[in-house]
T-cell receptor, first 110, second 113 residues
Framework: SQQGEEDPQALSIQEGENATMNCSYKTSINNLQWYRQNSGRGLVHLILIRSNEREKHSGRLRVTLDTSKKSSSLLITASRAADTASYFCATDGGSYIPTFGRGTSLIVHP | NAGVTQTPKFQVLKTGQSMTLQCAQDMNHEYMSWYRQDPGMGLRLIHYSVGAGITDQGEVPNGYNVSRSTTEDFPLRLLSAAPSQTSVYFC????????????FGPGTRLTVL
């Protein structure tokens, strides 16, 4: 079964607004990662947060991790049309191989 | 660096045919993985390898074989293709055990008739 589950499944916003996506997972993790996938392309790594970290920033991205609730969130500030993509969280357990959720489809309208 | 490369990009098979999806990486990464992506299902792990000569099963291994004779290559074999194996297949690699981002290939779109 898939470890992580993203919420919402789909998100539609206007350019300039913030986008927040959530990820819940089932078992303990070593780290959690977020990836982006543009339509028909491979996945691109966005950010990694370790299990002992609570928050991490990278440009317009902010990731939080709450291991007590087994959840993470990805915030994209000041969204652009180019941010339109699917976003996946990935967690790794004992094997250190990331397993993925079903993703959130984000549409940013110009 | 070419990163992670996959061939072919597209393939159509008939039920029962066999084929090998190729994956290669030039980053000297220890870990390599195969995923399949189906609509609404995200990516599901098929097989993975933590080094040459070492492979293990993921979430959905049935119908697929892998081997890892070199660090660079990690081919995925379909012995007898079935329509349920119609999917987009992604190969990925990462440097080592932990705290490493994973790099993905561009994918192979497979249709089994």
């Amino acid at each position: 079964s898939q470890q992580g589950e993203e919420d919402p499944q789909a998100l539609s916003i206007q350019e300039g607004e913030n986008a927040t996506m959530n990820c819940s997972y089932k078992t303990s993790i070593n780290n959690l990662q977020w990836y982006r996938q543009n339509s028909g392309r491979g996945l691109v790594h966005l950010i990694l947060i370790r299990s002992n970290e609570r928050e991490k920033h990278s440009g317009r991205l902010r990731v939080t991790l709450d291991t007590s609730k087994k959840s993470s969130s990805l915030l994209i500030t000041a969204s652009r049309a180019a941010d339109t993509a699917s976003y996946f969280c990935a967690t790794d357990g004992g094997s250190y191989i990331p397993t993925f959720g079903r993703g959130t489809s984000l549409i940013v309208h110009p | 660096n070419a990163g992670v490369t996959q061939t072919p990009k597209f393939q159509v098979l008939k039920t029962g045919q066999s084929m090998t999806l190729q994956c290669a990486q030039d980053m000297n990464h220890e870990y390599m993985s195969w995923y399949r992506q189906d609509p609404g299902m995200g990516l599901r792990l098929i097989h993975y390898s933590v080094g040459a000569g070492i492979t293990d099963q993921g979430e959905v291994p049935n119908g697929y074989n892998v081997s890892r004779s070199t660090t660079e290559d990690f081919p995925l074999r379909l012995l007898s293709a079935a329509p349920s194996q119609t999917s987009v297949y992604f190969c990925a690699s990462k440097q080592g055990r932990s705290y490493n981002e994973q790099f993905f290939g561009p994918g192979t779109r497979l249709t089994v008739l």
